[in-house]
């Protein structure tokens, strides 16, 4: 039998760290999870056993694996010869439906990850301004690259001299990068207003994971939104709302919709492509006009919207239209919800599972709810690795992500009795855990 422990250490030999993704190893598991197939809510370890994902491809498997109209896509991309390089009719139709589905976009460009996404609308946002700093908030995340890997996570004993010399959260990145990142406590209206009061004028952007699925699954409290909606309009900065997590986890139009609060731009991803890579940026017209052709600020690439992922996303938005579909979501999210809730009250434990459609944290350490970065410092990651070791040896995958506060979720194929299997495995191991 192929064994995983094996496989990584081949793996190794010729990928740093065994993998192609640095948080791809689950230490829990002390390897990364090796695939030899997917469906539906399942994978197939290499090893044969059967898993429920609840992992979902980090969020973009919202259809969850191997959906049949993203076969379908699939085999239609194979019929027209793959192209890349090249425009055709579907990617001014998926566009089209991009800016009917999500309430900012008034125009769109699809490109392939996350990452790449912030850092081109970063761009047209400072083009767009002329100005260069970045208010940005602790905990929320927004890629890797050099631009805003910068004071989102900083360790503890880093805080909170992070707002003074914004944390650079990664060696390779140059120190001056720091001079253009203004990092605010989430939810705190008075810091808010004076970083915009100080340093306003030189702003181009305020970013952020309007749910802040990268740490706790925080939410913005009530009048929050509007309130930095009204002083970005004031002070000529663009809002900027990155729902590469967020966008279609529970509605169609992502949290922008959810919260009734309209940004100029947002970046939307991961599930948009039905589980292939694709992303997109969008947003008012004169900003999206700044790319060339039209404007003077540059985004181009060879592998830019794709025909495959082109076409899967297409396949993706025509299924989250039909009827039903998010009132099937909500019909397993209340289950899980009152199921998680239960388990909680049952076992007294000291955690809390905040969620926002089909995506939720699980965050130990207190009762309440956290409004910012620093109130997720009661997280024990090492705890949470003994839950998702647990779990795995009971046939329920959750990723590690370090240990953290971050986030796990289901597919639209997932069924009630997956969900029912779940919250009695859950519930089993937390009782453990609390025994400890
Ligand atoms: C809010 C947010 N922005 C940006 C990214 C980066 O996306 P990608 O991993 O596709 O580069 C992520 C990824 O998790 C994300 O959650």
Known sequence: MKSAQSHYERAKQVLPGGVNSSTRVNRALGVPLYVSHAKGSRVWDIEGREIIDMSCAHGAALLGHAHPAIDDALKKARNMGYVSTFETEYHEELARLVCEYVPCAEKVRFCSSGSEATLHLIRACRGYTGRTKIIRFEGHFHGYHELIYIGGHPPREAFPGNRVHPYIESPGIPEHYADYIIPVPYNDPEALKEVIDRHGNETALVILEPVNFNCGGIK??????????????????????????????????????????????????????????LSAFCGKAEIMDMFQPVGPVQHSGTFNAHLVPILAGLAFLREIAKPGFYEYLRKLETLFDEGIRNIIEDHNLNMIVPRHGARFNIMLGRKTPAFRYEDTFCHDSKVMLNIIKACWEKGVYFHDYGGGPLHHGYSSQHTEEDINRVLNILGEVLKNIAKK
């Not at 002083?231 to 949290?255: C, H, N, P, Y």
């Open 220 to 277: 913005p409290q009530p009048g929050y939104l509007e309130l930095l909606r009204k002083l970005t309009r004031d002070t000529g900065i663009v809002l900027f709302f990155d729902e590469i997590q967020s966008s279609f986890k529970k509605s169609r139009g992502g949290a922008q919709e959810d919260f009734g609060v309209k940004p100029d731009v947002c970046t939307i991803g991961k599930s948009l492509g039905g589980g292939l890579p």
